[in-house]
């Protein structure tokens, strides 16, 4: 019992670390948007929301995950990080 209660701590602690670096990926990768996004110039950045507006209108709707990825797309095109 003692062994599969520490397998499973084990396995708790390297899914967690996992999450951690996915969240430090996907934090980087919003700076590095955000960064490019504010280099644009106004017509490139219309251009670039058109086509992803486009492509979302693609997703199935009922997608509580689609939902979730169309409002931080919103969020990040119209009020980036600072």
């Known amino acids: ?11 708790l602690a390297e899914k967690e670390a996992t999450a951690k670096e996915q969240v430090a990926q996907i934090e980087a990768l919003e700076i590095v948007v955000t960064a490019l996004l504010r280099k644009l110039d106004p017509q490139q950045h219309r251009e670039i929301t058109t086509t992803i507006n ?29």
């Open 1 to 11: 019992m003692k062994n599969l209660i520490a397998e499973l701590l084990v396995k």
């Open 54 to 82: 486009t492509a979302m209108a693609h997703v199935a709707d009922d997608d509580d995950n689609a939902q979730l990825l169309r409002d931080y797309i919103d969020k990040l095109l119209r009020h980036p990080r600072q």
